[in-house]
Every structure is written in C-alpha cells, then in structure tokens.
C-alpha cells in the first residue's frame, strides 16, 4: 500500500521561502518519477514541478526560476524548495509519482500573506 506523507507547509511572508518534504512507503521514488502538485482553493489539482529517475525536471511557468524539486533515493524522499514565494502560490501542497500508484496524502498547507 502507497503512502505519502507531505510536510514543511506553513504561513510565510510574500518573498519567503519554505522547503516541502515528502515521505514515501510502499513505493521507490527512485523508480519513479516524482513530482508536486498544488490545489488552490476552488481549482484543480496543478503540476507544479517533476523529477524524473534521471533528474531531468519540468516545472510549471508559473514556478520557474523560484522553486527546486530534488529528491533523496536512499531516504525515499522528495523535496520542493519554494523561494520568493507570492500570494498566489497559497495552496495545499501535494507529491506523488507519475503516473500514480496509490491515493493522494494529505498534503500541506501553504499560506503565502503578510
């Protein structure tokens, strides 16, 4: 059984940073590639950036140039570094493989205000 453990979210000033983390069981993220997503209030699910099992990445525009995606192979760990972050980047946070082995985690909340 996949299961997917985000953390890291928090309330953040607009030009701050956070750094997401997400743990995974029951699945290897390093035969998979991995990727975040986001969902604003109201809106579909997003990709927000992706990894694949040779570190070629892909992030939306709307993210390019402020947030990294890396991940950890030995500790089964995907990470999104957030940097400059904006009001409209307020969303859960969630990981999970492409294409998609098991349910969605919980995710993590991400409020971006002042």
């Known amino acids: 059984q996949v299961q997917l453990v985000e953390s890291g979210g928090g309330l953040v000033q607009p030009g701050g940073s956070l750094r997401l983390s997400c743990v995974a069981s029951g699945i290897r993220f390093s035969i998979n590639t991995v990727a975040w997503f986001r969902q604003i209030s109201g809106k579909r699910r997003e990709l927000v950036a992706r990894?694949?099992?040779?570190?070629?990445?892909l992030y939306a525009d709307s993210v390019k140039g402020r947030f990294t995606i890396s991940r950890n192979n030995a500790e089964n760990t995907v990470y999104l570094q957030m940097n400059n972050l904006t009001p409209e980047d307020t969303a859960v946070y969630y990981c999970?493989?492409?294409?998609?082995?098991?349910?969605w985690g919980q995710g993590t909340q991400v409020t971006v205000s002042s």
């Open positions: 999970n493989t492409i294409p998609q082995y098991g349910d």
């Open positions: 990894s694949t099992i040779s570190d070629n990445t």
